[in-house]
């Protein structure tokens, strides 16, 4: 079975300042994809960044980057110029289900981070 | 663009009933999953509808139930609550054809307490 981990309970940063949070992952499909998701106090999982297991470039949006190590499955979120409102629960996912038509995303257990001024 | 939306937003119940949770998915949507989010914890899969047809389930028990109507929306049933179901419930919906890149889009939850 798919399995992400993420071994940062907590991460703090002061505005401005870039931040990366840990990502690894264990899968023995070849074909795969990894997301991040920021999820505010509202509740609602916001879509940041997705990297495909063949990507040869590592996966950028705007502030946001992904640093994808294949060799070590980590595949850790950059934020550049942290903002106050980046402050909020951060989750990697993997998408599960090969090539079939069926698809869902295993997550991991989260990272908070807080943006302090 | 309407994104996914989710009712009620709060909801408490006691133990032993049962509730039922409403999502209309993201114009263009066609497939919706549900999550469920204990405190502290991600999300975890509790089942996929596409084509109003349950796709897939995840390691829940049969008290949990979902339908997905025509338009695509869906709903959550769960029967017989326990403390233990006591989370935020997640819908997400997609695309089949532009899962592998886009992954879902989410509502915001409906937040369910039990007691």
């Given at each position: 079975a798919q399995?992400?981990?993420?071994?940062?309970?907590?991460m703090?940063?002061?505005?401005?300042?870039?931040?990366?949070?840990d990502c690894?992952?264990?899968?023995?499909?070849p074909?795969y994809?990894?997301?991040?998701y920021?999820?505010?106090s509202?509740g609602?999982?916001?879509?940041?960044?997705y990297?495909?297991?063949?990507?040869q470039q590592n996966?950028?949006?705007?502030?946001y980057?992904?640093n994808?190590?294949?060799a070590?499955?980590?595949?850790?979120?950059?934020?550049s110029?942290?903002?106050l409102?980046d402050s909020a629960?951060y989750?990697?996912?993997?998408r599960e289900?090969g090539?079939?038509?069926?698809?869902?995303?295993?997550?991991?257990?989260?990272?908070?981070?807080?943006?302090?001024? | 663009?309407?994104?996914v939306?989710?009712s009620?937003?709060?909801l408490?119940?006691?133990r032993?009933?049962?509730?039922?949770?409403r999502?209309?998915?993201?114009?263009?949507?066609?497939?919706?999953s549900w999550?469920?989010?204990a405190?502290?914890?991600?999300?975890?899969?509790?089942?996929?509808y596409?084509?109003?047809?349950?796709?897939?389930r995840?390691?829940?028990?049969?008290?949990f139930?979902?339908?997905?109507?025509?338009?695509?929306?869906?709903?959550?049933?769960?029967?017989a609550?326990l403390l233990g179901?006591s989370?935020?419930?997640?819908?997400?919906?997609?695309?089949?054809?532009t899962?592998?890149?886009?992954?879902y889009t989410?509502?915001s939850?409906?937040?369910?307490?039990?007691?």
């Open positions: 399995k992400i981990t993420q071994t940062q309970p907590g703090f940063v002061q505005e401005k300042e870039a931040v990366t949070l690894t992952y264990d899968t023995s499909d074909s994809g990894l997301f991040w920021k999820q505010p509202s609602e999982m916001i879509f940041l960044i990297q495909g297991s063949y990507d996966a950028t949006e705007g502030r980057s992904l994808f190590q294949k070590r499955k980590s595949a850790n979120l950059v934020i110029a942290s903002q409102g629960m989750f990697c996912a993997m289900g090539n079939t038509g069926f698809q869902k995303l295993v997550f991991g257990t989260g990272t908070r981070l807080l943006v302090s001024p | 663009d309407a994104g939306t989710q009620p937003t709060h408490i119940k006691t032993g009933q049962q509730v039922t949770l999502c209309s998915p993201k114009s263009g949507h066609d497939t919706v999550y469920q989010q405190l502290g914890q991600g999300p975890q899969f509790i089942f996929q596409y084509e109003e047809e349950e796709r897939q995840g390691n829940f028990p049969d008290r139930s979902g339908h997905q109507f025509p338009n695509y929306s869906s709903e959550l049933n769960v029967n609550l179901d989370a935020l419930y997640l819908c997400a919906s997609s695309l089949a054809q899962f592998l890149l886009y992954g989410f509502g939850g409906t937040r369910l307490t039990v007691v």
